[in-house]
Structures are given as C-alpha cells and as structure tokens.
C-alpha cells in the first residue's frame, strides 16, 4: 500500500496540457477527471487511516480508480 497520491499529472505528466484542454472543452472528459480525483482522493484518506474503511472497500475503490485512469489515458491518446 503506497501513501502516495496518484494525481492525474502524475500520472500522465506528457499529457498535462491535453488534460488541461479537454477539461475546458469536452465535458464527460472534465466529468470523468473529477471522478478520478474524488476517488483517488478517498483512497488517498482510506491509506492514511484519515478515513479509514474495511479492505473489500479499498480494493473496490482502487479499481473504479484504475477504470477511470484507463478511460482517461484513452481519451488522451486517441
């Protein structure tokens, strides 16, 4: 279990201007962000007992979080 935060530019740190242009123009791209960010968010609060939740529930949000980052990465390559 890493502490660390998985932000989107951290991420894709080559993409961080298309993120930035299709955050202000393509609407279910800037929805799927802020999806992104608040569950990564909730994860980020679940590692570092800030929010703490059963395991079954973290391993549920990690993988809405790799479902978005997925949709994510192919809107920003395609």
């Known amino acids: 279990m890493s502490h660390t935060p998985?932000?989107?530019a951290e991420e894709f740190p080559e993409h961080t201007e298309h993120?930035?242009?299709l955050k202000a123009t393509n609407a279910h791209f800037?929805?799927?962000a802020e999806a992104y960010?608040?569950?990564n968010?909730?994860?980020?609060?679940?590692?570092?007992?800030?929010?703490?939740?059963?395991?079954m529930t973290?391993?549920?949000?990690?993988?809405q979080r790799l479902r978005l980052?997925?949709?994510?990465?192919?809107?920003l390559t395609t």
């Open 19 to 21: 993120m930035k242009q």
């Open 58 to 63: 973290e391993e549920t949000m990690r993988k």
């Open 41 to 55: 968010r909730a994860i980020h609060r679940a590692e570092t007992l800030i929010e703490p939740v059963d395991g």
């Open 6 to 8: 998985h932000e989107l």
């Open 30 to 32: 800037a929805r799927l």
């Open 69 to 75: 980052k997925d949709e994510i990465h192919a809107m």
């Open 37 to 39: 960010h608040e569950i």
